[in-house]
């Protein structure tokens, strides 16, 4: 690896580390990692989530916008780009499971990471099973999960 | 230590700092604020498996750090540390909330690599890039959970 590219992939983990403890900030701000504010919104007794869902993609949608406009190169990840594809089958199955998961485990990938860093043991439940539902899923496919950020594109080597 | 956080910051604020911090990973890498790729290259990381992008390890941590920063140091009143399943554990005996919570994150994480995203990946950062593939499947999840919870409820009352 040239000088470049170890300190460009330098940067990128210090961005990654970065943009993970804003976002675990974030998610233990507004309390997401804990079961009953994600019962609670699911039960429609508060609707607090939805509206916090609600306005980080009213923020976020229209400036992706403009900027998928204007277009530019990002400084780490090459042109910038968005990517859009069309449902099939395994999103609806996945929602459908992921949703089952949510509802009866009241917390998601992301939260479960902060439910352990509040001191809530039941967190060390979760993560475990989040680790095991994957490595189920590589089982069933027989090949090593590459992507599962939504609409993903794999960082090509810098 | 610090205790300067509200007991839980309102969604007029978080909500729009979560939207700034999708747009800002992609402006400086052109990359989803996704979670569950996170633990697929965290496991890869721990297998020792080849190609794994290490940046995304560093960002599984980053998540656990920032709520540690947020739990224990700026939030330190209104009794940060509790079991996470007050309402749960009002309706079931602990023996019966550690295998649902185990069976349900397992769930969730068959399901989310199935759809290929979680609610980060798909619910914010798909939908924010305006992809009906990534709406399906935030539709799709939303309503079953939805769905779920008032199932969940019945049996609660059944029971009780």
């Known amino acids: 690896m040239s000088r470049l590219a170890r300190q460009k992939n330098n940067t990128l983990n210090a961005v990654g580390l970065l943009f993970g403890i804003l976002f675990g900030a974030v998610l233990a701000g507004a309390r997401l990692h804990e079961y009953d504010t994600i019962h609670n919104m699911l039960s429609f007794e508060e609707y607090d989530v939805f509206l916090f869902m609600a306005s980080a993609i009213a923020v976020s949608a229209p400036l992706l916008w403009l900027l998928e406009r204007k277009g530019f190169t990002t400084p780490l990840g090459g042109q910038f780009s968005l990517s859009r594809s069309k449902p099939e089958a395994h999103h609806i199955k996945g929602g459908a499971i992921f949703g089952i998961g949510w509802a009866i485990a009241g917390t998601c990938p992301a939260p479960a990471l902060v439910m352990v860093s509040s001191g809530a043991m039941l967190g060390l439940v979760a993560i475990p099973g989040i680790f095991l539902g994957l490595h189920l899923r590589e089982r069933q496919v027989m090949s090593a999960l590459t992507a599962g950020d939504g609409e993903h594109r794999i960082l090509e080597k810098v | ?160």
């Open chain 2, 1 to 160: 230590m610090f205790d300067v956080l509200p007991d839980r910051v309102p969604w007029f604020l978080a909500g729009p700092a979560l939207g700034l911090l999708i747009v800002g990973l992609f402006v400086l890498a052109n990359q989803p604020l996704g979670a569950s790729g996170a633990y697929v290259q965290t496991t890869g990381f721990l297998r020792k498996r080849d190609g794994v992008v290490m940046w995304r390890v560093f960002y599984f941590v980053g998540m656990f750090i920032g709520g540690l920063l947020v739990t224990q140091v700026l939030r330190t009143s209104g009794g940060d540390i509790r079991s996470g399943y007050d309402a749960l554990r009002a309706d079931f005996p602990l023996a019966l909330v550690i295998p649902m919570v185990f069976a349900g994150a397992t769930l969730l994480g068959y399901g989310a690599a199935v759809a290929g995203g979680c609610t980060s990946g798909h619910g914010m950062c798909g939908t924010a890039q305006r992809s009906p593939a990534s709406v399906a499947v935030t539709a799709t999840f939303m309503t079953t959970a939805i769905i779920t919870t008032f199932a969940l409820g019945l049996v609660v009352k059944a029971v009780a």
